[in-house]
């Protein structure tokens, strides 16, 4: 209808109170639930947000990371896992082979390591072997098997394992008995000598070098005034 139409109509009639509420009703409804749809937007967006710039960063992380040349990650990775402990050759060449690093740049770059002495084996086997006898008290032989699976080459870990003696062998063995010696007892003397044993058997100790330390805490027990199994 064109303006004049409009004019010449005259003015629409006046609503009654009844159509007033229900079109006040109506808008109202439609105000309120468009209102609470725009809160729980708003809800799901902020909730959204922080995983959303998490994964944002990440992928920005991984993204710079790619864009850099293989020689600097590989020395970047090196140089953060030395911060934390001293690490095999074979540990960092593992690591860098699992972040995709190529085979030649990874030992290039670990050779210059090498040369610096930021990665040297045979100290770091030395350091093994005197923290792991000391603290757990595992034998000569079961030090070995970690050397040798931390990729330590055979004379090094000979050369590292050599620095402990028979009885540097004897007297862990006897301190893990004597700690142990306390919880067994009121068990049958077969049964504490198996549990003790077992227990030096699983820290590498031979059965006989085991067997003579067990009888000889036992005894040493028994001879005791208030000694009791």
Do not use: N
């Amino acid at each position: 209808m064109a303006a004049e139409d409009f004019e010449a109509a005259g003015p629409a009639p006046a609503a009654t109170e009844a159509e007033r509420g229900r079109a006040g009703g109506g808008a109202a409804g439609h105000g309120s639930g468009a209102a609470s749809e725009s809160r729980r937007g708003t809800r799901r967006g902020r909730s959204a947000g922080p995983s959303g710039e998490e994964g944002s960063a990440r992928t920005s992380r991984r993204q710079a990371e790619e864009s850099v040349d293989p020689e600097t990650r590989a020395r970047d990775i090196c140089l953060r896992l030395l911060t934390g402990a001293a690490k095999s050759r074979k540990q960092l060449a593992d690591a860098l082979r699992k972040r995709e690093i190529p085979d030649e740049v990874a030992d290039e770059v670990l050779t210059r390591l090498e040369e610096v002495g930021l990665i040297d084996d045979a100290a770091f086997a030395a350091a093994w072997v005197e923290s792991r006898h000391a603290v757990r008290g595992l034998s000569r032989r079961a030090l070995a098997q970690e050397l040798r699976t931390k990729g330590i080459a055979a004379d090094l870990v000979e050369q590292a394992v050599a620095r402990l003696d028979h009885d540097d062998e004897t007297d862990a063995a006897r301190a893990l008995v004597e700690r142990k010696l306390r919880s067994t007892r009121g068990l049958d003397t077969q049964v504490r000598t198996r549990r003790l044993v077992g227990m030096l058997a699983r820290r590498g100790y031979s059965e006989g070098l085991a067997f003579r330390v067990v009888r000889s805490a036992l005894e040493e027990e028994r001879s005791e005034p208030s000694g009791r199994e």
